[in-house]
């Protein structure tokens, strides 16, 4: 904690201390350390099966941590499932796409508001006054993020038959729907031609702005990586290699070797 | 681009044009009975078969919310059926003597059949849906042989001194006067017939308006957002066995409640009436009729009641030829050649309207 002199002034919204998992013999994660700050946007990059996607799957609880401890907002997330981990303020997008195909974009995104506007069944099926002003308010505000994503053009489109980018784009407004206050973006430009990915690094810095989230995201284009992020965290075979500003990164040559080789 | 933006926003209104549809099906074809009923041109027959549709109708429904929009597959639907009709027989048998009209009597015992069936449903569901695959199927096919056998030994009777219950027949005695409710492998015998045609037809628009409001809800969408993609769905804070218990306890309580109307629909009722092969035929008017399409679920029950009626003059050849039929709609509509050339018909339609 003392190596933060920077930010001691706030408390971390993420801090994962010691983190580990073993897949029977083969350790996928080890001696994690790092920390998300409020409004930051921070880069978690490595080679090809460094353990990226995995320390996502743990921090949202997909995977239960063998070593460590993750704190979000505070408080030890041990024992904690998937769902609550996104009640709490996590959301998600996957690397390879994750979308409901048979339900339209705009209903995608509306699944994203099931917690923060909840209403009973019962409600639904009387169709009671509080059915109208819940839908109303969530068709609102699912709208206001697919205008945002600039999806809105597409809202009655059936999910599976969108672009490939637009699927991408349609995921980050479904996780921002859940209202968190951690955005974790796993490879969010993949397949994206260079003018999209510029149009995407906005749409991540707007995101942060507006809703005022962190964001942690995984990337492999480096343009993007560096473009955006304020602090980077570089893993390679499961382990921390280096953690530091994209200059630091870009100059630091043990980062240098295990993208190169020796 | 915006000839195909309009061919896709039609997506959205399309799910309420079918809300609408099947809701002006039902009431057509209730008006159009009811004008030939009063005519008496409507053969003995086929008035018989009135309230048994309305009755599969509900329960293929609710097969089709927990297989077509919830994912799961349920091989017991005629169990959950078995236990609302049982019940129901028993809930009017029990009221006989203080409730005197039949429409009140036969609206609790609905009541009564839908709720232990969802709670039977409920029990089913708590070990079941925690887990991935098709356990579901399994354990509800299970589920109705169980039940039949439970039925087909259970004695059930009610005199001057209450109810009396008994799994074995030399036990079981009755004050004279007593009336036997439930009689083992016969079944319920000398039941009073208290439905009609038009609480079925009651029955379907509420099985509808449930269905269709729990689809277009925050439930609905849970529901099939846990179907299309589990993982994301859990990532976006839906708890998924939760989800699937609403759509399954929902979908037995329409079973229960289709089941009472069908057991009040007869004198007697016999427990191997709702064997595996009435959950099969249940899931096939499902399925013909299309996963999550209830309109459809509704016309393919309607004609595959009647088709073996009316193929009855075929004598020995009536099954053959209503499994040619079968393949033949199966084939049909999974012809996107034929399936294209049909839309594209309707489609000209609206375009020459608008």
Known sequence: ?262 | MKEKSSVFSRFGDKKNRGRLMSFALVIIAYIAVEVLLKTGSLGSMFSSLLVPITCYVVAAIGLNLNVGISGELNLGQAGFMSVGAFCGICVSGILAGSITAGIPRLIIAIICGAVLAAVFGFLIGIPVLKLQGDYLAIVTLAFGQIIKSIFMNAYIGIDTEGLHFSFVESNFKLQPGGKMLLNGPMGATGTQKIANFTIGTVLVIVALLVVYNLMFSRSGRAIMAARDNRIAAESVGIPISRTKMLAFVTSAALAGAAGALYGLNYSTLVPNKFDFNTSILILVYVVLGGLGNMTGTIISTVVLILLPELLRSLQDYRMLIYAVVLILIMLVTNNEWLMTKWKSLFSGKAKGGA
């Open chain 1, 1 to 262: 904690m003392a190596d933060n002199t920077d930010k001691n002034v706030k408390a971390p919204v993420l801090d994962v201390q010691d983190l580990g998992i073993d897949f029977g013999g083969l350790t996928a994660v080890n001696d994690l350390n790092m920390q998300v700050y409020d409004g930051e946007i921070v880069g978690l990059i490595g080679p090809n099966g460094a353990g990226k996607t995995t320390v996502f799957n743990l921090l949202t609880k997909v995977y239960k941590p063998t070593r460590g401890k993750i704190y979000f907002d505070g408080k030890d997330t041990a024992g904690k499932s998937v769902v609550d981990i996104n009640k709490a303020g996590i959301a998600r997008t996957f690397q390879n796409i994750r979308l409901f195909g048979n339900l339209t974009v705009l209903d995608n995104v509306k699944t994203g508001f099931h917690n923060v506007i909840p209403y009973s069944p019962i409600t639904a099926i009387l169709r009671l006054p509080k059915y109208f002003n819940s839908e109303k308010e969530i068709n609102e505000k699912a709208m206001d993020l697919l205008k945002i994503m600039e999806l809105d053009k597409y809202a009655d489109y059936k999910a599976s038959n969108l672009p490939y980018g637009a699927q991408r784009r349609l995921e980050i407004a479904r996780a921002l729907a859940t209202n968190p206050k951690l955005l974790l973006l796993d490879e969010p430009a993949a397949g994206m031609n260079p003018q999209e990915t510029a149009e995407l690094m906005d749409m991540i810095r707007f995101v942060r702005d507006h809703f005022k989230i962190a964001v942690l995201l995984i990337e492999h284009d480096m343009k993007l990586v560096m473009g955006i992020c304020e602090r980077i965290t570089v893993l390679n075979y499961g382990m921390m290699l280096a953690q530091g500003t994209p200059e630091e990164i870009q100059s630091n040559p043990e980062v240098i070797k295990a993208y190169l080789g020796d």
